[in-house]
């Protein structure tokens, strides 16, 4: 059983950055990883990836945004989000892929002015 829990989240203007940290409570060196999200009335969608070989896969839609990345030595995911928009408002969910999937509780993210 492994248990994820994501923090950074918070209220940010269109335009600013944050980063996200997912936390895991064992090792996720082997595991491919990523980040999802979901805003208010919208089925979640898959954020970034990555696999346990560093390969990185992006939405079209935070493509040059978004940097996802891994500390495998510390078990932890990390999302750098650039040029934040306010379609980006959403809860971001940390995922690992494992013998099933497990998921985080989930960060608010909200961009506004």
């Known amino acids: 059983q492994v248990q994820l829990v994501e923090s950074g989240g918070g209220l940010v203007q269109p335009g600013g950055s944050l980063r996200l940290s997912c936390a895991a409570s064992?090792?996720?060196?082997?595991?491919?990883m990523g980040w999802h999200r979901q805003a208010p009335g919208k089925p979640r969608e898959g954020v970034a990836l990555?696999?346990?070989?560093?390969?990185?896969n992006y939405a079209d839609s935070v493509k040059g945004r978004f940097t996802i990345s891994r500390d495998n030595a510390k078990n932890m995911m990390y999302l750098q989000m650039y040029s934040l928009k306010p379609e980006d408002t959403a809860v971001y969910y940390c995922?690992?892929?494992?013998?099933?999937?497990?998921w985080g509780q989930g960060t608010q993210v909200t961009v506004s002015s």
């Open positions: 064992g090792s996720i060196s082997s595991y491919l």
């Open positions: 995922n690992l892929q494992g013998s099933r999937g497990y």
């Open positions: 990555i696999n346990s070989g560093g390969t990185r």
